[in-house]
């Protein structure tokens, strides 16, 4: 059955067998008769058409909104007759639609200009099937719409009648009815239609997305089960919007001229600024005022979107009718898709719709669901509607797919695309500062670091020296940048970025027969596939030892999980892993058609991320200040960013003598001079990095005892104390800690000039005489957890009465090396030297040692378990989050305090005391960061946040993701990003595109649960709940939540209350006291590597 209509028509327009171009530039398009097309396959089924006309669902009288309502949930009975039915495939495919005029108070009678199609049996073809949506827009974009519905089909049809391809056939009836439109009778200078289309061919779809309307399909997440074991149902993007927010199709219109401005900017009302595609969008866009094309000499035409068909005023700035399209093999976990005009998505997430969609079983009822949610949402936060319109096709008994080329599994054609699910328009009405017209650039929401990656005085080697290679064409250069913007490892980049990522990238050719990477190597590169033919293959063992040799066997490599061969218009890619941290790779690559690649290694990857550092010499400078000198490396960097510009004339005065000194000058350019009026005190003359007034960071009203005056034109960075010590705290007590924190270290260094094999170096300032003084008083009573390099222990001490138990950290030093985390491991050590004050739940080491072979550390705790052996991916109740996310707030709050972030707050990570407690005594991957900013990338896949991944670096606030991960996970069993694959590179996609909408509840999670994690999930740190641009705790903010009400913080973290976890972890405790291993304390042989990293051990 085949219809396509504008709502407002009286009956269904189909496509009209036979119709040509003639004729239908013959006649004007408004009186096209309304035909009607059957396909066999429905002959028994009842349908719309014979109902009723579609009018009579869609009103189009000029009553308001109340007088057009139709309820949320329309009962079965009425609307079964709305439902058909069709076997495409293996599967039985159930379809219905809804179209609903929007609601124009000053255009009662306005015209719907939504459209749509539907037809199976498509093309005369069982096995296919056309559903599309058209959004028109503009004087006539009723009539587009409705011409490009009739035109569309018919030239898919008359394309693949040719033998073209499905791809090349949706792309030339795309365009064709571009150009058709742009010769018919109407006006379509200034008018137009978006389009969105689905073609089923067997168990394949192919999405067409011309424009801002959108396809999602429900995807069942077995991993994150429902209490019901059934599996929870994700909204999977199949389209990506084509407007002004995402940067790519940003950068392609201004090529061809066009300006990007909100309406607001070109009438002057808001500056001028471009941070659209940087997720912050939600208050730009609050009041409906989207970034817009216009034309570089005049306020036309004004379009939201990049794509469409007709507008032929726009098509010279750039916007175009070619379709991004994205083929997808339907699995069994695909339940349903939805298309449906932009309206729809103004103010409902495509989680929202999948959601409100999953609660019926009949797609008739569902869409009315979604069009009428959509609607009700438009009036809640504006005084009309769009027009609205959803098609639902629900897809039951799908088997498996066969097992495709292409990066994304099921989405073998296109999936790239979906890497810019970051850039679609922001959602309206989802924010608390709704209807506020802030601008937000130059705030520290979008601020970059001055100083961006300065976080010591060495460069690691090569990053700052990049040969650059320019030797590409400028066609090269064109599909390179498409295929890495792509990627969310690059798609939040400056234009300046990306050209330097490109000018790097080496050119490289593989001989059939050659391997580009080896199963169970490290990998430190990314590729990108010219030409040729590889295939990714997966064995059972490593490989790593195979001959190079052309013609070796790649059979001996395992299966085939991948094929990267590139077309015209897609280039896929490779090792995005790499360019993140050294993992083994997964698989080995292999050449089978000889080819060309280009690549970035991670070492120039980082090193553009990092360089371009203008404050560089002013931190170095700041260093080399002896007033300033206890200040951390960090806490310097961040002083720099604090600092502003100020600049004097020749002559003019800076400060009189006897004034008030304003705050801590820094002479960048220009010369000063300084006098007095005493006579015994020479003038000085001051240059470039020499300085004045440091001590107004210290005293509250410093008195400047000369005048200071500039003899030339004079740059000075410049800061007031106010300023200094909102950013780093208070210089006085930065001293104070300094002070301390250099006589604790004197004090174990001192320690450690006594210490042989066997003793402890002590950490713990008060002396124990009941505590060991040698690791040989110690006995193993039973092991906790163990990997790699880390080894946690219960140990009794010998002859203790009654019994004293502790816990026994070890590490062996040749694993460390092997992993390479000597950094890590002495970082640790610095971290745990200045921690000189107590907290429970991050217990103090009681004290070091470093034999032949490990190093021990023992802490003053009773460690039974992971958190991770205790949850068991169960989900738990509110109370169980409650006690144990106040737990992590309170370590946090004394870790963050000290300046450092944690990185390790996953389960695994997390341990339980003997009283069920929680405890955090693996500090490896901690770093002294102050409010500055890290680079490194490091931690569990599913709890890095969004900022770790794109390499933006980060700060303390990714502490504050982790806890909201570690929060969801404790009420799920499973965390969002968790995938029954373990695909590490998708789990980071995911993250790096996620959006708090998409998160699923139980429905017993209460408001207030939802809505902390939801603000800690915010992909945006400086939206994320527990941001602070001030020095003082940002946890306070965290814990003055609703959810936290009630909550005894002081007895949370002296463990004072009975934790959920206590009996479970005394019956732990029991057991592993009753096991009476008594292993032997050494973990690893003799260590005969370098020592240099270990001299401070």
């Not at 293959?537 to 590139?566: M, W």
């Not at 009630?1046 to 463990?1055: D, I, L, N, P, V």
Request: glycine residues 6%.
């Amino acid at each position: 059955m085949g219809n396509c209509c504008s709502t407002e028509a009286s009956a269904v327009v189909a496509r009209r067998s036979g119709a040509n171009k003639e004729e239908v530039q013959a006649m004007p398009y408004t009186n096209l008769p309304p035909l009607r097309k059957h396909t066999d396959t429905e002959d028994t089924e009842s349908h719309i058409k014979e109902k009723e006309p579609l009018s009579a669902l869609s009103p189009s009288s000029s009553e308001g909104p109340e007088d057009d309502f139709i309820p949320a949930h329309i009962p079965s009975n009425k609307h079964v007759e709305d439902t058909h039915h069709v076997k495409i495939g293996d599967y039985n495919l159930r379809y219905s639609y809804f179209s609903k005029r929007g609601y124009y108070p000053e255009a009662r009678k306005k015209a719907n200009q939504d459209s749509y199609y539907c037809e199976t049996h498509f093309a005369g073809d069982d096995q296919k099937a056309f559903f599309a949506v058209f959004d028109g827009h503009g004087q006539y974009g009723d009539i587009c719409s409705q011409f490009a519905a009739a035109q569309l089909p018919e030239n898919i049809i008359k394309n693949l009648d040719q033998n073209v391809g499905i791809l090349p056939a949706l792309t030339h009836a795309h365009v064709l009815t571009n150009q058709v439109m742009h010769e018919a009778s109407f006006d379509d200078s200034m008018s137009g239609t978006t389009s969105i289309s689905v073609l089923f061919s067997g168990n394949e779809i192919h999405v067409s997305n011309v424009g801002d309307s959108r396809a999602i399909i429900a995807q069942e997440n077995l991993k994150a089960s429902t209490r019901e074991g059934e599996g929870k149902l994700v909204a999977k993007p199949l389209s990506i919007d084509q407007t002004p927010f995402r940067k790519d199709e940003r950068v392609r219109v201004k090529k061809c001229g066009a300006r990007v401005l909100t309406v607001d900017q070109v009438e002057g009302i808001e500056p001028l600024h471009e941070n659209w595609g940087l997720s912050l969008g939600d208050e730009i866009d609050e009041n409906g005022d989207p970034p817009r094309i216009w034309h570089p000499h005049g306020q036309y035409p004004g379009t939201a979107f990049t794509r469409s068909i007709g507008d032929l005023v726009s098509e010279e700035l750039g916007v175009t009718a070619e379709p991004e399209i994205l083929c997808k093999g339907l699995n069994p976990h695909d339940k349903f898709i939805i298309i449906a005009s932009d309206g729809v998505f103004e103010f409902l997430t495509s989680q929202n719709a999948v959601d409100i969609v999953s609660q019926f079983d009949n797609p008739s009822e569902a869409c009315h669901a979604l069009v009428d949610e959509a609607y009700n949402r438009w009036l809640q936060f504006e005084v009309r509607t769009d027009d609205i319109t959803a098609i639902c096709i629900y897809l039951d008994g799908v088997t498996p797919a066969k097992e495709r080329d292409g990066p994304r599994g099921s989405i073998y054609v296109g999936g790239e695309v979906l890497d810019l699910q970051s850039m679609q328009r922001p959602v309206r009405g989802t924010t608390k500062n709704h209807a506020r017209r802030n601008t937000i650039v130059g705030t520290d929401a979008i601020r970059l670091s001055l100083a961006e990656a300065f976080m010591d005085d060495k460069d690691e080697p090569g990053l700052l020296n990049l040969e650059e290679n320019e030797g590409k064409t400028d066609k090269e250069e064109e599909w390179i940048r498409k295929a890495v913007q792509g990627s969310f490892l690059f798609n939040h980049l400056s234009e300046k970025k990306i050209r330097e990522i490109i000018s790097v990238l080496k050119k490289l050719e593989f001989n059939a027969g050659e391997f580009v990477m080896r199963q169970g190597v490290p990998g430190n590169t990314f590729y990108l596939v010219e030409s040729g033919e590889f295939e990714a293959r997966h064995a059972t063992i490593e490989c790593a030892d195979l001959s190079q040799k052309r013609n070796v066997l790649f059979e001996a490599c395992g299966e085939v999980v991948q094929v990267y061969k590139p077309t015209k218009e897609y280039h896929p890619t490779f090792g995005e892993l790499a360019l993140i941290y050294p993992k083994p790779c997964a698989n080995s690559v292999v050449t089978t058609k000889t080819g060309t690649l280009w690549a970035l290694d991670r070492i120039a990857f980082r090193a553009i991320l990092m360089r371009g550092r203008p404050l560089r010499d002013v931190v170095r400078r700041l260093r080399q200040i002896s007033l300033l000198r206890p200040l951390t490396v960090a806490q310097t960097n961040l002083m720099a960013e604090e600092m502003h510009s100020k600049v004097f004339e020749p002559n003019q005065v800076v400060l009189h003598e006897g004034m008030t000194e304003p705050g801590f000058f820094l002479i960048t350019s220009g010369c000063i001079e300084s006098t007095s009026k005493m006579d015994n005190v020479a003038p000085l003359e001051l240059k470039t990095f020499d300085y004045f007034c440091e001590i107004s960071l210290v005293r509250r009203r410093s008195i400047s005892q000369r005048s200071i005056r500039a003899t030339v034109r004079t740059e000075c960075l410049f800061i007031k104390k106010d300023a200094f010590e909102l950013a780093v705290g208070k210089l006085t007590s930065i001293m104070e800690k300094d002070k301390f924190r250099r006589a604790r270290k004197t004090r174990i260094l001192d320690s450690k000039k006594d210490a042989t094999t066997s003793t402890f170096v002590r950490f713990d300032d008060e002396a124990n005489s009941e505590l060991p003084t040698s690791i040989n008083e110690l006995e193993v009573v039973g092991s906790v957890m163990s990997d790699l390099t880390n080894t946690v222990r219960l140990v009794e001490i010998k002859g203790s009465s009654p019994s004293v138990y502790m816990t026994l950290r070890s590490v062996n030093k040749q694993a460390i090396v092997d992993a390479g985390m000597q950094t890590h491991v002495s970082g640790e050590r610095d971290i745990y030297v200045s921690l000189y004050e107590k907290n429970a739940l991050v217990p103090q080491l009681f004290g070091m040692n470093s034999n032949d072979s490990d190093i021990h550390m023992l802490y003053e705790t009773q460690i039974v378990g992971t958190f991770e052996s205790f949850l068991d991916g169960e989900p738990q109740g509110e109370s169980f989050v409650r006690y144990y996310a106040a737990q992590v707030v309170m370590a946090l709050e004394f870790m963050h305090a000290e300046g450092i972030v944690s990185r390790m707050l996953d389960p695994t990570n997390l341990m339980i005391d003997r009283n069920g407690n929680l405890r955090v005594i693996n500090l490896r991957l901690s770093k002294y960061v102050g409010r500055g900013r890290t680079y490194t990338v490091c931690g569990t896949p599913e709890y890095l946040a969004p900022e770790q991944i794109t390499g933006e670096g980060h700060n303390i606030c990714a502490d504050y993701w982790a806890l909201g991960v570690l929060m969801y996970e404790m009420l799920t069993g499973a965390t969002p990003f968790a995938r029954a694959n373990e695909n590490d590179l998708e789990i980071l996609n995911d993250i790096a595109s996620f959006q708090p909408e998409q998160l699923l509840w139980p429905q017993t999670a209460s408001a207030e649960l939802k809505d902390i994690i939801s603000n800690l999930l915010s992909p945006n740190p400086a939206k994320r709940l527990g941001y602070s641009k001030g020095h003082t705790t940002a946890c306070e903010v965290i814990m003055k939540h609703s959810f936290f009400a009630g909550t005894s913080w002081e007895a949370t973290k002296m463990g004072s209350f009975s934790a959920p976890l206590e009996a479970d972890a005394a019956s732990e405790f029991k057991q592993i006291a009753a096991s009476g291993s008594h292993d032997d304390l050494v973990i690893g042989s003799v260590y005969k590597g370098d020592s240099d990293w270990l001299v401070d051990f």
